[in-house]
Every structure is written in C-alpha cells, then in structure tokens.
C-alpha cells in the first residue's frame, strides 16, 4: 500500500474515522534480511553464521558517520558477541526499519496541514506513515532515536534462544545462562554461538525480550580526551586500504558511462545540441536526451564527457538566478517585509520605542562540496530496474525513479551504497530519475548497464545549496542593570526551504513547482535555533518568507548553521556593550541549564580562556540543539590570527554533553568533523550565481580548509546519563559564531556575514 500525503489527508477529512482504521490497522513485513547459505536469522536485525560471524542490518546510509560501527555496537553489547565477528549488511527498504521519530519531526512536510497528528515519535500516525512509506531516512541525527531500541531488543531475543538452545543440552535453566564474547556459559560449561545457530532460530523467544540493565555506553576518562573506543570502527581498514565501495565504485559487466549537462539555474529547457560534433568520439555508444538534460554514453567516462560538450547543447531560460537580485530581494524583505511569529516564550518581544541594539546579519549560499560526486547505476531488462544509489532517502528515490518509468515500484530493485560524504546532499535524487531513464534508453537498444556521474562542475550546477538568509537581531536591556536581556526579537528572512524541500521529497515535485506551491508560505523548520537556551523571559521569532527563485535544499546542521551564528555574534557584541566578559555574561543568562554551564565552564579550562581580551585571538560561543531534557549542548573557543595570507584559525577548544555517549572514538570524530565542516562554511564553501551559473565551479574555488589549514582541535566530553544525542551537528553550528568573535578580538572587526570574509577585512 502506497500512502500519499493527500491520501492521509483525505483520511483526516472524513471525521478521522478512516484515518483511525488504517493508523491500526496489524502491520506484517516480508523478512528483509534473508539468511544465505550457512546463516540463520534472528528477525529482521541479525544473523548468525555457521562460522560464528554475527550479521547485523543497517538501514542507514553510511556517508562517514560511523552509522555501521554504532548499530553493530548496539547489538554486539546487548548479544554479548565477539566485536571481531561482528559484520555489516546494508539493508534493503522496508517497513520494519521504519524511522519514526524522524517521520514525526518531519510531520510538517509530508501532512503540512496538520503535522500536530504526527508530531510526536510515540504518535501511531508517524509510526504508521513511516512504516507504510518505508521511511527509513538517514538525517537530523535520528539514528539512535529510531534504532537503539529495535536492535537492542532484536540481539536480546535472539541471545534469550541461544542461551535457550544452550540449556536444553545441559539441562539447566535458561536464565542462568550467560551470553558473552561469542560463547553462551553455565559455570564451567561454554558453548560458541556459532555452534548453538541453527537449533536456537527454530526456538520462540520471550516477551518482551529480556534487555540487560544498561544500554551500550562508554565513559569519557577525565583529563584523557583521545583516549581510544573500545569498538573501533568497522569499515575503517577497507577505507584506509581503499576496498571500500561506494556509490561511484560499482562496476557490472558490460557496463557503459554516462556523462551529463545540465541547464543553468532557473526553469531551463534543452532546445538544441549537434550531435554530429560528437561523431568522431569512437568510443561514444549513445546519446540520451531530456527534457532539461542532455546525456551522453560512452564506454568510459571521459569519453562521455568529452562527447556531451563536443554536442553543444543549449537551453531556453526563464529567468536564470542572479545573486545580486537575490540579496536585494533578501533585503527589501528584511527590512520592508511582513512576517509571522514562529515562536514565542512569555508575552514576546514588542516594544514601542527603538531596541537598545538592533544588529542585521547576512548568510550566503552555502555549497555541500561533498567528496563524491552525484552518481548511480543502473541496469533496465525485462521491465525492470535495478539501482545502485547512496540515497539518504532510499524508499523515496526508488519511488522517484519507477514514476520516471512508469513501473510499479515493485519493479525497482535498489541496492544501498555508501556516500563519500554527504552533508545532506544525498536526500535528493534528481540523478536517480536521470540515471533511470538513461538506463532504459540503453537498456532497450544496448542491453547494458549504466553509471551516470556528474562533474564537479554539474554539482556545483545541479547541486541544492542551503539558501541564503538575512536576519535582524535585536534585544531590550533591563535599565540600569548589567546587560540583562529583557527582550529578544529574532526576524529572519528566507524562502521556505525546507517546504520546498519536503514538496520535492515527498510529492516528487520538480524544483520549480516546489518554489511555486510554497511561495509565502511560513516554515517553522528554516529558524529552528532562533530561539536561544538563554532564560531570557521575552522572545519572538519571525519567518518573513522570500520567493528567490533558487532552488535550495538541506545541509548539514541545516538552520542552526546560520541561527547559531547570528545568536552567539549578537550575545557577544551586547557583552562587549555593557562591559561584560563573555564567558560570565552567558552563564548569568542560562537559569537552569546546568549543562550548558559545565559545558562553558569547561571548555574555558580546556582552552585557557583569558576573557577574550582586545587582541588575544580568542572567541567563544556556545548552542543547544534539541529540547532542554534530550538537547545536545556543546562550547567552543576558537583562536584565530591575522597574518600575511589572511585569517589564520590555529585552534578549536569544545566541550561536549551529547548524553550517554556510546562510541567515543565516533562521537569525538564527528565533532571534530563538524567544527572543520562549520570552519569552511565561516571562510568558504558559499557559492554565487550569474546568469544562473555559478561562480565556484570548482572545489579550489570554495575557500575549504586544506589539512594543512586544520587547526589544533582539541575536544572534551561532558560524563551524562541523560539519553544520547547525535553529536554530528553540533560542531557545524558552533564553529562560524566562536571564529567570528575570535577575528573581532584579533582584530577589533565585527563580521556580521558568512561567509565572514566575503566582504574583505
């Protein structure tokens, strides 16, 4: 059953009682993960091996953050399994890997009109719509929201019936059994789980299953932030040695390449290409026209390319993006334009006479500049389709891609891959659409598979960048006192991003039906980190919704990308305007965050924090992402000099509270990660349009950090037993506000636009 948003809508309109009857309805999966030969499965989660290796599935797309070591750890733990026979298995769509909690959160963009129906992960709407849709997406962090608890009590049941298949040969009580290190033990009795297999998947297991006490968790060491993880990663030596495969590494006998351009930005049609220019290539096989594409097919790449710009081709344009139209549009709308309240804590921030400071930030373009670029494969026989995709939206680029070829979705077979690099980038799949119908045209006159690859150039061209966004922050200070901020007024102007994007996710709509069925519209999603974690007891975010015309899509940390950057830059000029140190000025806001304060409190140690002094270098910042009970907070000082080749970070200081933290070398990795993401998108990595091309066509054009660039990074984890929070994020959102405030106090600048060097010093 295939449910569509108007579908569930039209339930919703009917009293609810339809909507009622399919939300509980018995839902009953096909097993997704069917043993080979010598394996026996235990649900949809794991197998077992005659050879004692455990199998473990994972329904999310690895794009580097170590989401196929942390569900293997997951179960290894509860199992009691050898780490060094634990493997992975990509696992294929369905129903039973279902990720609620991000159904739930993303209610608003598949039911925009009533998402509070679905807005919760305990809501049996979201459970069903995800596991209906297949809806097993891989963004916002969910992972362990969605499958902690699936796996855990998948390796639970199935070490109840190895200890069940142990007992009955000894003659004992289950329960006295122990799982542990790959051996099921009764006293001085040990059996290995490979030799118990076959005789405990015949067996029922108890319920509900039998979890240990505590979850998989490992503690930081104090004063030790590199100490090592006790589960390293999985897929970590076939990346260093390079047998790792991803998305563009899939290789099919008989398999012929695809290169492809695109129009420029803006609603473009091909309207011509000479394909005689391309007649002399010999190895050029076929050329694929679209409707706003052109195509062609070689037996290798750079014959591919070289043959589909030999061809010329060229589109009919209906007004190709510029950026000067659109940052004269972003500020007619910030400061003419008309909003909607968002968000609002006590009576709101409205005043009658002008603000104490009113300050105007500016975001450009942020690009992905993902390592590996857009690619799929794909083989059409018989009706069929076979895809090979990294997709962080699997369930969803397969249903893209049958539409595209008028197949049931049935007919579409897809085979996950991992990204190289993601950032978000790979929850759309325009090239699974393009890779599909390249294929048919191959497949019908050629009978032969094919990848299709974009340039660097077409996924600066075709790529979805986070869209820009102006903002004015402005506050009320109680007189007389000490800075205290009785009042926070937050407008921000943007074009509806994220319903855009949900239109194309969701209803596969085209870019440009996306930006015309959501102009106007207010989005709750693209200000979320607007409202800070400080206790200031008045607050209003505004969405004053801009149509730019350019199509925009996801990134990672996505809002608090920007939120943070205007929140913590604001806080630091307000400090500095009533003679507050910055690190005392934030922790006499918090109230009762006391996380938060450990986490500012620490990283000052960490760091050696000298209070910011006029030309010392250093800058801090701070941000909550999440609910004030299940957020993740992290702190950051940045040091930075001025210095003949520009602006110089030499160090990232952070400390950490992301909860119970299960894998520390993973968690430390990605923020880590995320602070040099986040110093790229503060120094770099934004893209500018002319004539609907892009400036930065290439990756030497973005400004990214090289290793020699990477500063000393050093990170510290707060110990916590509060539930765990992904940490993938955190850096991203923290790292532009601390460099900002470090540049002002290496060089008494205010930067108040990222990327903060685009305007010179």
Known sequence: MQVSRRGILVGAAVGGGLLVAWALRPRTFPDPLPPGRGEYAFGAWLKIARDGVVTVAVPQLEMGQGVTTILPQVVAVELGADWRQIA??????????????LAARWAPLWMPLAPGLAGEPDDLLAKRYAQEARFAATAEGTTLAAYERPCREAAASARAVLCMAAADRWGVAWEECEAADGLVRHGEKRLRFAEL???AAELAPPDPPPLRPLPASETPIAGEADAATSYPRLDLPAKVDGSFLFAGDVRLPGMVYAAIRHGPVAEA????FEPRRAAPIAELVQVVEGKRWLAAVATN???ADRAVEAMRPRFRVTAPIESGEIEATLDDAIRRGTGEAVALRGDGAEWAEAPDLA???DVAPGTHATLETASATARFADGRLELWIASQAPERARGAAAEALGLSISDVILYPMAAGGSFDRRLEHDHAIEAALIAREVGEKHGRP?????SRWEEQLAGRPRAPVSAIVS????PGGNGEVTALRVRLAMQPAAREFGRRLFDNETSWAAIRNSAGEIDHMVTAGALPPYAIPNATVEHIPVTTGMPSGRMRANSHGYTAFFIECFLDELAARNGREPLSYRVGMLGDDARMVECLQRVARLAEWDGGLDQSGKGLACHRMGEAETGGRIACIATARQDEGGVRVTRLAAAVDIGRIVNIGI???????????GMAQALGAAVEYRQGLPVQGRLADLNLPLLADVPEIEVDFVASEAEPFDPGELGVAVAAPAIANALHSATGLRLRRLPLLSGGL
Do not use: D, M
Request: aromatic content about 12%.
């Open 88 to 101: 992975v298995e990509p696992a294929p769509p369905s129903g039973a890997y279902a990720n609620v909690p």
């Open 197 to 199: 297999a076959e005789e």
């Open 269 to 272: 049609k091909l309207s011509h």
């Open 301 to 303: 790449w750079w014959a």
């Open 359 to 361: 300050l105007r930030y």
């Open 450 to 454: 094919v990848q299709l690859v974009w």
């Open 475 to 478: 506050a009320r200070v109680r």
């Open 667 to 677: 968690a430390r990795q990605q923020i880590e990660g995320g602070l040099v993401f």
